[in-house]
């Protein structure tokens, strides 16, 4: 492959606060590294909404990126040096597989979007489908540098996003229950975070993976490092990904693109100079790939700034309360429960609030570990682990800790609201009884 043609004289590095160096010895990464589709990842958060809890969290996909690529050259070089490959079919580890698993590794986010979950859930894009089309577009200086390895590489790279590519020990670095991608986030966002529960033993884990017949497998002696790493992942999902006030930032922030898409949409409703050029593409449902490369948060956050100057009350209120930080409350519920959010949602509009945009259900859930389920909609690959005797068995059938959490979701399902629902309001007398009345309904009901 061309890819060995193009080694550096001298190998680049990266400082960074997770891996200490990132290592780049190859001009094809230093290159797709230096694209401007890849430079953009720069300009989008890792966490969004997340960044208004936890104030250090300003950390972007460019450098979980980076992170995802070294932990992926680690594994490369571990395979390499305890299990080469020595005949073909033998289940070790082919490194003619290091050039799509390294570029794979950088390149797996780049379709991503600023806030990116909430804005595809608005404007129905799809960051993978993304991903797969910036890499295999001969539009893009990503495509023109891969191609440089061989005419079809783009294409093998994308088929492992999109996890067809035949060799899946490739496929499992990316993406499976312990992959790179998650091994640098849950570092990474513990990090930036300034919490201590995505933290677990790196090296440990990448120490005991091994290549096996159809996939990654762990030596049993580092099971308690697999475990720690499991229950790093559940406290994250609990504490941060999962925490109620970026749920709410985000419930804002997706009422607010809902409601500037409904009033470009219904024009006589909306000054047009309140549709910022860059969105009018998503707005219309007609967009670009370049379209789609201007956007990075930058862009989303000057639009909610002009918003806040809107004519219209809901989308310059929901901008303000955003850029301001005014998060709705929330309550948990339940499927008892659920049926007195009818009139919760008609004592809000009593008061004078828009229940479609003041008021919304989240549920959020998350599997700690799954066991692996052949008819599940998308079965997740098990933790194998290799005994002495070079026998495969799944994790939790071993692990008490880890079968004590496999297969059972955590998390919660909530309401959320204004906060003036709970606010005293002495200059609205005539709304009193309403708001007591709400309160009152949260709880009889225990849902505070």
């Not at 050039?99 to 806030?115: E, I, M, T």
């Not at 098990?382 to 026998?391: H, M």
């Not at 709970?422 to 309904?441: G, M, T, V």
């Amino acid at each position: 492959m061309g890819y060995f043609d193009e080694q550096l004289t001298k190998e680049k590095v990266f400082r960074d606060p997770i891996h200490h160096y990132i290592v780049v010895d190859n001009q094809i990464i230093l290159d797709l590294i230096n694209t401007p589709e890849f430079q953009r990842l720069r300009r989008i958060k890792q966490l969004g909404t997340s960044s208004l809890i936890f104030h250090g969290a300003e950390h972007s996909r460019f450098g979980h990126s980076l992170g995802v690529y070294e932990i992926t050259r680690r594994m490369c070089n571990h395979f390499q040096r305890n299990y080469p490959s020595k005949f073909p079919g033998d289940g070790r580890w082919d490194d003619t597989e290091r050039p799509v698993a390294l570029c794979a590794a950088l390149l797996h986010d780049l379709g991503h979007g600023p806030f990116s979950h909430t804005f595809e859930h608005i404007f129905h894009t799809d960051h993978e489908a993304l991903t797969r089309q910036l890499i295999t577009s001969p539009e893009t200086n990503i495509n023109r540098v891969l191609k440089r390895v061989a005419p079809d590489f783009p294409s093998k790279v994308a088929s492992v996003i999109d996890h067809t590519y035949g060799n899946p020990q490739v496929v499992q670095m990316i993406s499976s229950q312990i992959d790179a991608d998650r091994m640098d986030y849950l570092q990474r966002d513990a990090y930036y975070t300034g919490t201590n529960y995505g933290k677990f033993d790196l090296d440990r884990v990448l120490k005991v993976m091994q290549p096996v017949k159809g996939g990654i497998a762990f030596e049993i002696a580092g099971m308690h490092a697999v475990e720690d790493y499991i229950l790093s992942r559940l406290q994250m999902y609990l504490q941060v990904y999962f925490h109620p006030v970026s749920r709410s930032l985000e419930v804002i922030l997706a009422h607010q693109l809902r409601r500037a898409k409904w009033l470009y949409q219904h024009p006589s409703d909306y000054q047009a100079t309140m549709a910022p050029a860059l969105l009018t593409p998503f707005f219309n449902g007609r967009f670009t790939l370049k379209d789609y490369l201007d956007l990075d948060d930058g862009v989303l956050l000057t639009s909610f700034i002009n918003w806040r100057h809107s004519s219209d009350d809901i989308l310059a209120d929901l901008a303000d309360r955003f850029l301001n930080r005014r998060p709705f409350k929330s309550v948990l519920y339940n499927e008892e429960t659920a049926k007195r959010l009818p009139k919760l949602r008609e004592l809000i509009t009593t008061a004078g609030f828009n229940a479609d945009y003041y008021t919304a259900t989240n549920s959020s859930y998350k599997l700690p570990y799954d066991v692996y389920t052949p008819q599940a909609t998308a079965p997740q690959s098990q933790i194998e682990l290799v005994q002495p005797n070079g026998d495969q068995v799944e994790l939790s059938q071993v692990s008490t800790l880890v079968a004590s959490v496999a297969g059972k979701e955590a998390g919660d399902m909530r309401f959320f609201f204004p906060k003036e629902m709970l606010a005293q309001h002495e200059n609205i007398e005539i709304f009193e009884p309403i708001y007591d009345e709400f309160q009152s309904y949260l709880k009889n009901d225990h849902l505070i």
